[in-house]
């Protein structure tokens, strides 16, 4: 463990002269033999593709225009340069003569909307690593990319030796080939955070005359996931540095089914040195290094130990990716260069170094003649690629693994001695285009300041003191719309030149005044008029009178609205009624117990002159209520009325309840009933029944039940008939109880008096 410490710090600063090792063992001698059964198995690992974490945007910088990092630093830096570098001032003498018209200076040169890593006004698209996010091939960026940019790359990689791990003199070589595939989405919901998911499984094949070998010749590792989240941070002039950490955590599938069966563990630290933020010309150089460790249990999947053939299970640790735990170094250096008009295209040559430093040993496998690795417990392979930003979003790429150091068998699989990667990725940034423009400088004259205007603040009183609302203000000669006060009588008048403006206010009895105000230039006039009257609208009376068909008087219940008036008043028995209203026309329903409800229309004139209205109500048909009987001072309901969830009356009892309302308005000897509501325990009894109750009530005088018969109350669960432990309990305890509390005979409730600004008259005397 301490030599490979050693080596993971050494890696970051030495350039080490690799020789490349052979990548297959030495033929096996005819006698070799294999290791006892009872050899147990390694950690895993992934070979020569071990997995990586997102990374961020190659090259990208913080957002422009108002953002944080480059957009300042590029920005500001531009314009105090051209602007330090273009004044220059020459002082002279003042001499009398003719004015002489000095140029303007020429407008500062505009700073170049090039910055690093900016196509268009967005930050230049990157897409994912092989297994991580946002990266190159195996080496992770220390940086997220832009806000809410989602990543999604494709990849495949392939390769095919003769002779990898066996090759016998009497038996040949082996012919191994290996597939894989994954699919990554990478996520970056904040500035300096990214989410990563891939999917990734393999495929490999090993075909031997090898005898009595215990390994399948096509095996499969399937669905395998790793999923991680990642932070970084650029600064230094804009982004040149970044710096960044990640976690991730790999769940193994296994061989025969897409369940998780073990679980990997990985932490890496990031650096990357961005050469374009650095240089005038940008540079495209970028230098990215990763350092980590990861717990690899990919040994555990299945048992080894049941393989008594050490080829056999070497050619299954291979093909399942199983490696031990290990350090993790990765070092990349890059060049994106932008191409096209304005940068739309990108092409950037890649170079990788991958070293891994196994931390823990697996069974040897043992043959004869083998040569020891020239880095102990390391495996050790180079990458050399090529991606190309085809058009927005949507990249394509192309490499080559090269295999240089493979591990000792007991320090894991060996490393493929080459390996093609094609992929297809796609970067979406829904965020909107930002691009300065700069504003163009001219030498002509600022206009003439605009004329400055005053305006009226008022507010309008009665004669008592009393703000007037809807009191509508006019102002003669100089506007002909008219502007109405609000709730405490204020105004505010359109815009008037300096002088003097007439006002004049009128209330909605017609009572008008008039005035006057000086209109200031650039201030509002404060005003207040006071009005020689009180703000009482005209009124009249109304004088009516109801009856049956055979002229018989009926007490009545008259609903009129109009005028700011909508409410019930009461006639007497003998069917008068005399309200005072205020003037105008309105519309009234007259409703009685027993009769047919009577539509009208009046108008009420101004002045002491009665307004008189005649009507004859018509006897209602009976109409039969089989649900709702009453006999005495009892009525009967035959079903229990249901209530939805929200407290309201289901549908199924809506016939209950109307053949209720009918049976009310055809037996005027009910004069009053109250529905009680009770409910069990649960929840808010109180709040329950109260809304039931009032449901109910709501429903009858929809169906023109008038709203003096009937009354509401909710008892909750304070009367219970039975225990609440039980369902049929409850059922019991929530009933609805409909409870005569005034019969025939009972003393009727006077009119009703009208509301504020309403006076009601004395009754008119019955006709001769």
């Known amino acids: 463990m301490r030599r490979a410490s050693l080596f993971a710090l050494s890696g970051i600063f030495l350039g080490l002269p690799l020789r490349a090792a052979a990548a297959e063992p030495p033929p096996l001698p005819a006698d070799a033999t294999t290791p006892p059964a009872s050899e147990t198995p390694a950690a895993p690992a992934t070979g020569d593709a071990p997995p990586t974490l997102p990374s961020g945007d190659p090259g990208a910088v913080a957002p422009p225009a108002g953002a944080e990092g480059t957009a300042g630093g590029e920005v500001s830096g531009a314009v105090s340069g051209d602007l330090s570098g273009s004044t220059n001032t020459t002082t002279e003498a003042p001499t009398p003569g003719p004015e002489v018209e000095v140029p303007a200076p020429a407008p500062p040169k505009p700073s170049s909307d090039k910055q690093p890593g900016m196509v268009q006004g967005r930050r230049e698209p990157a897409i994912n690593s092989l297994r991580g996010g946002l990266g190159l091939y195996h080496t992770t960026l220390a940086d997220v990319g832009g806000r809410h940019t989602v990543r999604v790359r494709l990849h495949t990689d392939f390769f095919r030796k003769e002779g990898f791990i066996y090759n016998s003199d009497e038996h040949g070589p082996d012919q191994q080939g290996r597939v894989r595939g994954t699919v990554n989405i990478g996520y970056s919901p904040f500035k300096w955070g990214e989410l990563f998911l891939a999917v990734h499984s393999q495929a490999s094949r090993n075909a031997r005359a090898q005898p009595g070998r215990q390994d399948q010749v096509n095996q499969f590792a399937l669905g395998d996931l790793d999923f991680g989240i990642k932070g970084a941070h650029r600064f230094v002039k804009g982004g040149a540095i970044g710096l960044g950490g990640q976690l991730g955590i790999g769940l193994l599938s296994g061989t025969s089914r897409l369940l998780t069966d073990k679980v990997n563990f990985n932490i890496d630290f990031l650096f990357t040195l961005d050469v374009r933020y650095l240089t005038k010309k940008q540079v495209p150089v970028r230098f990215t290094t990763n350092i980590g460790w990861i717990l690899d249990n990919s040994g555990k999947l299945i048992d080894f130990e049941k393989f008594t053939d050490a080829t056999s299970r070497e050619v299954s640790r291979f093909a399942l990716g199983v490696a031990p735990s290990r350090v993790r170094m990765r070092y990349g250096l890059d060049f994106p260069v932008r191409l096209g008009k304005e940068g739309k295209f990108g092409l950037d040559p890649i170079v990788e170094l991958a070293w891994d430093v196994a931390t823990a040993e697996m069974p040897a496998f043992f043959q004869a003649g083998a040569s020891p690795s020239p880095l102990p417990r390391s495996s050790l392979w180079g990458t050399v690629g090529l991606r190309a930003n ?379």
């Open 390 to 768: 085809v058009i927005a979003g949507l990249h394509l790429d192309a490499a080559v693994d090269i295999g240089m150091v493979s591990p000792n068998f007991e320090y894991g699989p060996p490393v493929a001695p080459w390996q093609v990667i094609l992929g297809l990725g796609w970067s979406i940034d829904p965020n909107p285009v930002v691009k300065e423009v700069p504003a163009p400088v001219t030498s002509e004259p600022l206009p003439a300041p605009a004329v400055v205007e005053g305006r009226v603040v008022g507010q309008v009183l009665d004669n008592t003191g009393a703000p007037v609302a809807g009191a509508k203000v006019r102002f003669p000669g100089a506007a002909s719309n008219a502007i109405l006060t609000d709730d405490q009588g204020n105004f505010t008048s359109y815009r008037f030149p300096e002088g003097q403006v007439a006002i004049q206010v009128e209330l909605a009895n017609k009572a008008t005044k008039d005035a006057t105000a000086d209109i200031k230039a650039g201030e509002d006039t404060q005003i207040t008029i006071t009005m020689d009257v009180a703000n009482t609208p005209p009124v009249g009376i109304l004088d009516g009178a109801f009856t049956d068909e055979a002229g018989a008087p009926v007490l009545v219940t008259l609903a009129v609205s109009g005028n700011g008036v909508d409410e019930p008043f009461t006639s007497t028995e003998g069917g008068l009624i005399r309200l005072e209203l205020p003037a105008g026309d309105y519309f009234a329903i007259a409703r009685a117990p027993g009769f047919e409800d009577k539509s009208l229309r009046f108008t009420v004139t101004p002045g002491e002159q009665f307004t008189t209205v005649k009507e004859s109500l018509r006897r209602a048909t009976p109409v039969e209520t089989p649900l709702v009987s009453g006999k005495g001072k009892k009525l009967r309901l035959k079903k229990a009325i249901k209530y939805t969830s929200a407290n309201g009356v289901d549908d199924k009892s809506a016939a209950l309840v109307e053949q209720l309302a009918a049976f009310l308005n055809t037996h005027p000897e009910y004069e009053e009933i109250e529905i009680g509501v009770h409910t069990d325990d649960r929840g808010n009894p109180k709040q329950r029944s109260s809304e039931r109750a009032d449901a109910v009530r709501s429903a009858l005088l929809a169906k023109g039940v008038s709203p003096d018969r009937v009354t509401a109350n909710g008892y909750g669960d304070n009367s219970p008939v039975a225990v609440n432990l039980t369902a049929a309990g409850r059922a019991k305890n929530n009933r609805t109880v409909i409870k005569v509390t005034r019969y025939k005979g009972a003393p009727t409730a006077p009119a009703k008096a009208p509301k504020a600004g309403k006076k009601a008259a004395e009754p008119a005397a019955p006709p001769p």
